[in-house]
Every structure is written in C-alpha cells, then in structure tokens.
C-alpha cells in the first residue's frame, strides 16, 4: 500500500478527520508541513510518528482544519448582513436563527451576536446562534470567549467597550449578552445532517475551498435543507456555487456572496 494512502487511512481513525472530502494536495501540503516541523522525513517515518504521540494528532487536526479568523473579517459582508438581512429579516419576525458552520475559534459567531445585540436597541429580537466545528479543542477556547487584541482589530473602540471586558491580563472577554446567545457544539459538516432546520441565516465561509467538487455540492445541498424558505447562505469571498446547486439559490448580494434559498 502506498505510504501515503496508509497514512490518509490512520488520520481518518485517530485523528477524526475524513481525509477523502478534501483535495489531496491540500492534505499533502499540510501533512507535509507537520513533517518539516517534527523532523520527519518520510510519510511512513511520520505514520509512526503520529501513532506514537498524543499531542501530534491534535496538531495535525489543528494544522487540516486551519483555525483562523477574526472579528468583522471581510467588513464588507457584514455591514450586508447589519444593514440589510438582518432588517429583513425582523420585518417578518422576532425570532432569528443563525448557524455558524466551522466557527473554530467563535470570532464569527461573536460577531453575529454583536450585530443581533446593536439591533436589540432599536429592534425587538430573539437571536439563538448556532456554533459548531469539527474541532473541539477550539470550540473550547470559543466558549471562553477570550481573545488577544489583534483579533479585534476590524472593531472601533466604542464596539469593544459595549461588547467585551478589558481583562488584567490584557486580553479581552466577550460580555454575558453575547455569550447567552450562542451554542457552541461539535459538529461534523461532512455528515450531511445540519446542526439546525429551518434557519434564517447559515453563514459558512472560507471551508468549502478545501472541499472537493462532490462535497461542496453535498455541503450545499445540506445547508439549502436546513435554511427555511427565503432564508440567506452567506459564503465565503473566495468561494463559489457549484452548476449542481446554483439554482439553489437566488444572489441577494453575489459581491458580497450572499444568497437566498429558492
């Protein structure tokens, strides 16, 4: 068996990460990058590697799931979602629901509760905030709602007064309010089962481009069924629908990436 297939199988086993819904470059270049960093030279010296260290697996997942984000990441989607969807949505309702899929560290899902908190001020809103990553490691630290400062730099200062506490240790901790908004749980998206039905928004970003072709369209397939009618998918800026799914969905602002469900 080639070294490198063996290896896929053992990741899928102990690290928990079905290797098969990514493209295979993308896998290869992570695996090779722990490589260089373990000083491993070959993918059977690094097979062994992995099966004998602990911490190795959780870095290998945290290396294939690519935990990065930040508060407000690209602004321009979200001043969309503040000043368009949003308001949309409570011309109709009070209640809204909002899934985050791959959320890793909760930057995204805090900054969905700092919008539905601005507008409690003028709006009446109820905003439940579905969480969820394939890493619990991260959704650990999500709950915490801890974050350095670099994290909050798309956000002015008076949005991090209203919305966090300036800890002793410099680091800033996301208020009661927001957190009583959101659930945060593990969730696989390759599962095909959403983490919620009948939604009002599902926002995944920036996950789909390690997807193969037929998982992308299984990913949206999914998220179509768990949005109720009219319901907006908010997409990553790099990342696109498939010919498959794209009748899905109508552009509500296709600069921005996001659509509703027909």
Request: some cysteine; overall charge neutral; aromatic content about 10%.
């Amino acid at each position: 068996m080639d070294d490198f297939v063996a290896l896929n199988r053992t990741i899928e086993r102990v690290v928990g990460i079905k290797t098969s819904n990514y493209k295979e470059d993308y896998i290869r270049r992570r695996v090779l990058s722990r490589m260089r960093i373990s000083g491993n030279d070959s993918f059977a010296d690094y097979h062994k590697y992995l099966l004998s260290e602990e911490e190795e697996k959780d870095r290998l997942r945290n290396a294939l799931t690519i935990n990065v984000t930040e508060f407000l990441r690209d602004p321009e989607v979200f001043s969309v979602v503040r000043t368009q969807v949003l308001p949309e949505i409570l011309e109709k309702k009070t209640r809204v629901r909002i899934w985050c899929a791959g959320c890793a560290t909760g930057e995204e899902a805090y900054t969905y509760a700092m919008l539905a908190r601005d507008l409690s001020f003028t709006h009446e809103i109820d905003c439940t905030i579905y969480a969820t990553d394939i890493d619990r490691k991260v959704l650990e630290r999500a709950r915490e709602g801890v974050y350095d400062a670099r994290a909050l730099k798309n956000l002015k200062e008076r949005e991090i007064q209203k919305h966090f506490f300036h800890r002793d240790d410099g680091k800033y901790e996301a208020k009661p309010e927001l957190k009583a908004m959101i659930r945060f749980s593990y969730h696989d998206l390759m599962s095909n089962i959403p983490a919620a039905r009948f939604l009002d928004i599902v926002s995944c970003r920036n996950v789909t481009i390690y997807f193969n072709e037929a998982q992308k369209t299984d990913l949206v397939r999914m998220i179509h069924d768990a949005l109720r009618m009219d319901g907006y998918y908010v997409m990553g800026k790099t990342e696109y629908l498939g010919r498959d799914v794209e009748a899905l969905f109508a552009p509500f602002d296709p600069i921005q990436k996001v659509y509703t469900k027909k």
